[in-house]
């Protein structure tokens, strides 16, 4: 079981807008900031969203995130069949001492 | 350009041990975290541990800790991840990683290295 709780699917027609949620502890997400990250099949992780809503050069801007307490968000808007994959949030965790993912959400358009 | 390169995959045998290499380059090698994530089939990114820029200093995730040993080769930018006592449930894919989740300004992941436990 993660330490971050994420809903295990969400599914949108393109064009649509999805919303994927994740929940922590005080010890994580509600002292540090949540990042993001986008799996494709086979592949390593790659970083969506860091510090809760920055996104690194290249990212579109239909990517946004959001926290809120020991909770945040992952907003994609007008959905495209190339968005079809798994998405993670992770957050430092000071009581581990070390970094905690949730368990991915598949997406599917 | 910042890059990690993983050793191929492995095959094990229940109870034995697997050593997995992560060669680093583009970057100063010694000043930064290296952390190791694994994955196993259809389940979510798991954390590790990781080693500290002096080398010295390391930190596990307590379902690992006594199984996992972290090492590294400065000569050749190398880190290593040995996982002992090896079981089925050990199947998964390890990635090394420089996280920006760990308060890196940037994040960087090896293409991972997938590990077979089975009799």
């Known amino acids: 079981q993660s330490a971050l709780a994420q809903p295990p699917s969400a599914s949108g027609a393109p064009g649509q807008r999805v919303t994927i949620s994740c929940s922590g502890s005080t010890s994580n997400i509600g002292r540090n900031s949540v990042y993001w990250y986008q799996q494709l099949p086979g592949t390593a992780p790659k970083l969506l969203i860091y510090r809760n809503d920055r996104r690194p050069s290249g990212v579109p801007a239909r990517f946004s995130g959001s926290k809120t307490g020991t909770a945040a968000s992952l907003d994609i808007s007008g959905l495209r069949p190339e968005d079809e994959a798994d998405y993670s949030c992770a957050a430092w965790d000071d009581s581990l001492r070390g970094p905690v993912f949730g368990g991915g959400t598949k997406l599917t358009v | 350009q910042v890059q990690l390169v993983q050793s191929g995959a492995e095959v094990r045998k229940p109870g034995a041990s697997v050593k997995v290499s992560c060669k680093t380059s583009g970057y100063i090698f010694i000043d930064y975290y290296i952390h190791w994530v694994r994955q196993a089939p259809g389940l979510g990114l798991e954390w590790m541990g990781w080693?500290?820029?002096?080398?010295?200093?390391?930190n596990f995730a307590q379902k690992f800790q006594g199984r996992v040993t972290l090492t590294r080769d400065t000569s050749t930018s190398t880190a290593y991840m040995e996982l002992s006592s090896l079981r089925a449930d050990d199947s998964a894919r390890y990635y090394c990683?420089?996280?920006?989740?760990?308060?890196?300004?940037?994040?960087?992941w090896g293409q991972g290295t997938l590990v077979t436990v089975s009799s």
């Open positions: 080693m500290s820029p002096n080398g010295v200093d390391t």
């Open positions: 990683a420089r996280l920006a989740v760990a308060g890196n300004l940037d994040d960087h």
